[in-house]
């Protein structure tokens, strides 16, 4: 099984170009999220999504915007990049319905903003 | 905000007993989340914790005490492939994630 794919690996982006980081899940998982992480900061979310068509901001949402049109995707856009938006993106899932809803992480986006 | 601590960094030998400790201050309490993280990986699940006690998966063990804002993740019988970043979360009145920065874990042989 798949679980969650991210595109692209990496990328390397000139300040002020919009882009788009993609986000899939198989899992049918309700809930989905962005964080990113920093060295010295651990995981910080970014914007978050209880279950398709809705979505919410996180602890540093600021450059960012999301959508959730199906269960599957979200995918995450920066508007206008800057050189604090490198960084390595992190999507993850998890099913709200269950006892712990564990979040499961997809392998990351490494950005960098020149 | 919330506020989570945890060592930056452990060193154990190969065959050895490592405790990682994570200290919490939380805006209400719905569980505590360890993962593990390898170098240029994502984190992986590890343990929850919901309820005071310990809680045991093979050579890792999570303990938890509400009362003291206070976890541990206990590693035994380290092996090399045990060296990574561990990482304490925390999961607030809003059911949101809150993660410490990690405790980056050197096994040695």
């Known amino acids: 099984t798949a679980g969650i794919t991210q595109a692209p690996t990496s990328q390397i982006l000139a300040a002020g170009r919009s882009m788009t980081l993609r986000c899939t899940q198989d899992m049918r998982h309700n809930a989905m999220y962005w964080y990113r992480q920093d060295l010295g900061l651990g995981l910080r979310l970014i914007h978050y999504?209880?279950?398709?068509?809705?979505?919410g901001k996180g602890e540093v949402p600021d450059g960012y915007s999301v959508s959730r049109a199906n269960t599957d995707d979200f995918p995450l856009t920066l508007a206008s990049a800057v050189p604090s938006q490198t960084s390595v993106y992190f999507c993850?899932?998890?099913?709200?319905?269950?006892?712990?809803?564990?979040?499961?992480f997809g392998p990351g986006t490494r950005l960098t903003v020149l | 905000g919330q506020n989570i601590d945890q060592p930056t960094e452990m060193t154990a030998t190969e065959g050895a007993i490592v405790q990682i400790n994570c200290t919490y201050q939380t805006s209400g309490f719905n569980g505590l989340f360890w993962y593990q993280q390898h170098a240029g990986e994502a984190p992986t699940f590890l343990s929850y914790?919901?309820?005071?006690g310990l809680e045991e998966k093979g050579r890792f063990s999570s303990f938890l005490s509400r009362s003291k804002g206070y976890s541990y993740l206990l590693l035994k019988e380290l092996q090399m492939k045990d060296s990574a970043s561990y990482l304490c979360?925390?999961?607030?009145?809003?059911?949101?994630?809150?993660f410490g920065a990690g405790t980056t874990v050197t096994v040695r042989a």
């Open positions: 979360a925390v999961r607030d009145g809003d059911y949101k994630l809150s």
């Open positions: 993850a899932s998890s099913d709200s319905s269950g006892a712990s809803d564990t979040q499961y």
């Open positions: 914790n919901v309820l005071d």
């Open positions: 999504s209880n279950t398709a068509g809705t979505t």
